[in-house]
């Protein structure tokens, strides 16, 4: 998805079309992958109440040191939750199978260490897309995917997989019972399958506050060739006073 950009040839207004499907689908928080917004900052589209947040490259292409836990691809957001309580909500964006094992190394390392430093009493959102599939072996990662995964895991899968185990998170996409239409979100190009490759991961214990995780097949994509994905969660945020 493309944020607004006055040096992009799209139509304009495109914070204003993923805010009206925020909205119609009665979404608080979103993650957004490849923006291509330089640099960090944020904007509020004051049509529709929501504010973008971004991280990405200097404006100069340099990649700099790693920031805190936030680089082109891991963002986090800890959020005051209303029972005195907190939630570090995670927007992951992990390398391509095909990307060097150098990377991909690099990309967990990174999330390892966002993860490590979370207060354990703090609740966990890992969104994104992680260019992974997990598949559907409950019993090999029992506590970890349910019996509603999705086709064979691949290696990129299997780095997700050992990163939730090791954390004691799961992946919610496996977990409810429904058709494979609401659980894929992209489509190979060149074989036209199916394949499940965004996630919404929380830890075990707060697996309870989940009641669904499912794809909106009538959300209007805004130029990304992935569906949105939607989580329902029983979790309420502070308000400000």
């Known amino acids: 998805t493309l944020l607004d950009d006055p040096n992009s040839d799209r139509p304009e207004c495109r914070t204003a079309i993923v805010t009206r499907e925020l909205s119609r689908y009665n979404i608080n928080i979103a993650v957004l992958r490849k923006t291509r ?25 340099r990649m700099t040191e790693f920031p805190a836990g936030i680089n082109k691809r891991l963002m986090t957001l800890r959020l005051q939750l209303a029972n005195n309580s907190s939630a570090t909500v995670i927007s992951a964006y992990a390398p391509p199978l095909a990307a060097e094992e150098e990377q991909k190394e690099q990309f967990y390392a990174y999330l390892d260490e966002i993860l490590t430093i979370i207060p354990k009493e703090d609740k966990i959102i890992l969104l994104g897309d992680f260019n992974a599939r997990v598949g559907w072996d409950s019993n090999l990662w029992r506590g970890t995917i349910g019996k509603e995964g999705v086709g064979k895991a691949n290696p990129n899968g299997i780095l997700l997989l050992s990163k939730c185990v090791e954390h004691d998170l799961v992946i919610t996409n496996t977990i409810f019972r429904q058709h494979d239409r609401y659980k894929t979100t992209w489509q190979h190009p060149h074989s036209k399958q199916w394949h499940l490759l965004n996630y919404v991961i929380v830890r075990a214990c707060d697996l309870k506050d989940v009641h669904i995780t499912h794809v909106m097949r009538g959300a209007d994509n805004c130029w990304t060739d992935h569906r949105l994905m939607r989580s329902i969660l029983s979790i309420r945020v502070a308000l400000r006073h």
């Open 37 to 61: 917004r330089a640099d960090e900052g944020h904007l509020r589209e004051e049509g529709g109440g929501y504010t973008f947040f971004w991280k990405g490259k200097p404006a100069n292409n």
